[in-house]
C-alpha cells in the first residue's frame, strides 16, 4: 500500500492537455477497418491472420445452422 500516492486537490488539467488526448479520430479509423467493403480490402493485404480468424469462425457457425436444421428435420420424418 506504501507505492499508492493518492493527489488530494489536484490541480485540473489545461484544455491543451485534454484536447491532446481526445482522439475521435482513431475511433472512426477503426469502425471504418472493419465495417466497409474498402477495410476488409486492405484487411485482405494487410492482415490476413485476423481475416482467417474471421471466415472460420462465419463458416463454422454457418456450420452449426446447417447441421442443427438437418438434425430438426429428420427428426420430423418417420
Not at 488539467?13 to 482522439?23: D, L
Not at 481475416?51 to 447441421?67: E, G, K, Q, T
Not at 436444421?69 to 420424418?77: G, I, R, T, V
Amino acid at each position: 500500500m506504501t507505492g499508492i500516492k493518492i493527489k488530494i486537490d489536484q490541480a485540473e488539467p489545461s484544455h491543451e492537455v485534454i484536447r491532446k488526448y481526445k482522439n475521435f479520430n482513431s475511433l472512426m479509423e477503426g469502425y471504418k477497418k472493419y465495417y466497409t467493403t474498402r477495410g476488409i480490402r486492405d484487411m485482405l493485404y494487410k492482415d490476413r491472420k485476423r481475416l482467417v480468424y474471421i471466415i472460420i469462425l462465419l463458416l463454422f457457425l454457418l456450420l452449426l445452422l446447417i447441421f442443427d436444421d438437418a438434425e430438426a428435420a429428420s427428426m420430423l420424418l418417420p
